[in-house]
């Protein structure tokens, strides 16, 4: 559980972190061009997942709410998980709840990574996205593989 908790406190003070310094230095609605590919563009998503559904984004916090907490139950009951399954939820945790404080602060989640010359992608996300990916990821991934091999044995 050590290893949920540094996780998931780091992933939280990461992405509030760089979500303050990006509210304070670019001005909401505008873009900083880091490279050709790489924009900062200061938006605020006051829907969920995509954009979808603008304006019903305390119906998006409810729902994580409810998937915090029940993650944070999950692992106080589990008793045979692997390190790297702590350490994966505590991104989503800690992704996730920072979302949440986007949410109860500003109204809706400051997005600004905003990736260019990739055809059909339009999406501006956070760093509390890219922590619950970081997260999200590996634990399909590797829990395809391992189902797959228990399979085959």
């Given at each position: 559980m050590?290893?949920?908790?540094?996780?998931?406190?780091?992933?939280?003070?990461?992405?509030?972190?760089?979500?303050i310094?990006v509210?304070?230095?670019?001005?909401?609605?505008?873009?900083?061009?880091?490279?050709s590919?790489?924009?900062?563009?200061?938006?605020?998503?006051?829907?969920?997942?995509?954009?979808?559904?603008?304006?019903?984004?305390?119906?998006?916090?409810?729902f994580?709410?409810?998937?915090?907490?029940?993650?944070?139950?999950?692992?106080?009951l589990a008793?045979?998980?692997?390190?790297?399954?702590?350490?994966?939820?505590?991104?989503?945790v800690?992704?996730?709840?920072?979302?949440?404080?986007d949410?109860l602060?500003?109204?809706?989640?400051?997005?600004?990574?905003?990736?260019?010359?990739?055809?059909h992608?339009?999406?501006?996300?956070?760093t509390?996205?890219?922590?619950?990916?970081?997260?999200i990821?590996?634990?399909?991934?590797?829990?395809f593989?391992?189902?797959?091999?228990?399979?085959?044995?």
């Amino acid at each position: 559980m050590i290893a949920f908790f540094v996780t998931a406190v780091s992933a939280l003070l990461l992405s509030q972190g760089i979500g303050i310094w990006v509210n304070d230095s670019i001005v909401l609605g505008t873009t900083v061009e880091i490279n050709s590919f790489i924009h900062f563009t200061h938006i605020r998503n006051y829907g969920g997942v995509f954009g979808l559904a603008q304006g019903s984004g305390w119906l998006f916090g409810m729902f994580s709410i409810l998937i915090l907490f029940g993650i944070s139950a999950y692992l106080l009951l589990a008793n045979n998980l692997s390190r790297y399954e702590y350490i994966c939820f505590g991104f989503v945790v800690g992704g996730g709840t920072s979302n949440i404080i986007d949410r109860l602060i500003h109204g809706g989640v400051i997005d600004f990574i905003d990736i260019q010359q990739i055809p059909h992608w339009n999406y501006v996300f956070n760093t509390a996205d890219v922590m619950i990916h970081l997260g999200i990821w590996p634990l399909l991934i590797f829990g395809f593989l391992l189902s797959r091999n228990s399979k085959d044995t």
